[in-house]
T-cell receptor
Framework: QQPVQSPQAVILREGEDAVINCSSSKALYSVHWYRQKHGEAPVFLMILLKGGEQKGHEKISASFNEKKQQSSLYLTASQLSYSGTYFCGTETVDRDDKIIFGKGTRLHILP | EAGVAQSPRYKIIEKRQSVAFWCNPISGHATLYWYQQILGQGPKLLIQ????????DSQLPKDRFSAERLKGVDSTLKIQPAKLEDSAVYLC?????????????FGQGTRLTVV
């Protein structure tokens, strides 16, 4: 089942913060976050595993609330290069290695 | 290491014609995925291979789409006959699943336009 992302789109000024949410109706084993720029392939940002964890990647971090089947991606002090569409991909506890992606959140950073 | 290779990058065909896409995954990656990404949407899983066996093809329109992964390495995805709604980017991804994670690496994709 496809995870639900919110918001659908965000417009920020450079230096502002953003939060992108991803939720699932199924018990999750992992949540994957990808960023895709226009005309390019999705690029892996990070993976969060069952057990509830938080990870960081430069000024981009994420959390995974296993009980709520939710993950949030945090972008702090956003840079122009952060513009793109962010997708969360989820893998259920079945561990079938199947990654199902949400519809994406479009992020546009203004100078 | 070399990334996931896909070809062609672009393809324009008329409806009812056939088309084939090729993917060479990262060496050693047992799992290979084909995704369809329609403009403005997230990637939709079409088929997943583990080595040369199909793990999941529940979303593959089998009346017109077919895929194979002979020898458990590279893969081809075919559409025959194509419809207008098949216009999309077809992404191939591969992963090396272990006990902890299944990070998928994507190729550049093939942009298909059906006219």
């Amino acid at each position: 089942q496809q995870p639900v992302q919110s918001p659908q789109a965000v417009i920020l000024r450079e230096g502002e913060d953003a939060v992108i949410n991803c939720s699932s109706s199924k018990a999750l084993y992992s949540v994957h976050w990808y960023r895709q720029k226009h005309g390019e392939a999705p690029v892996f940002l990070m993976i969060l595993l069952k057990g509830g964890e938080q990870k960081g990647h430069e000024k981009i971090s994420a959390s995974f609330n296993e009980k709520k089947q939710q993950s949030s991606l945090y972008l702090t002090a956003s840079q122009l290069s952060y513009s793109g569409t962010y997708f969360c991909g989820t893998e259920t506890v079945d561990r079938d290695d199947k990654i199902i992606f949400g519809k994406g959140t479009r992020l546009h950073i203004l100078p | 290491e070399a990334g996931v290779a896909q070809s062609p990058r672009y393809k324009i065909i008329e409806k009812r014609q056939s088309v084939a896409f090729w993917c060479n995954p990262i060496s050693g990656h047992a799992t290979l995925y084909w995704y369809q990404q329609i403009l403005g949407q997230g990637p939709k899983l079409l088929i997943q291979f583990q080595n040369n066996g199909v793990v999941d093809d529940s979303q593959l329109p089998k009346d017109r789409f077919s895929a194979e992964r002979l020898k458990g390495v590279d893969s081809t995805l075919k559409i025959q006959p194509a419809k207008l709604e098949d216009s999309a980017v077809y992404l191939c991804a591969s992963s090396r699943p272990d006990t902890s994670n299944t990070e998928a690496f994507f190729g550049q994709g093939t942009r298909l336009t059906v006219v």
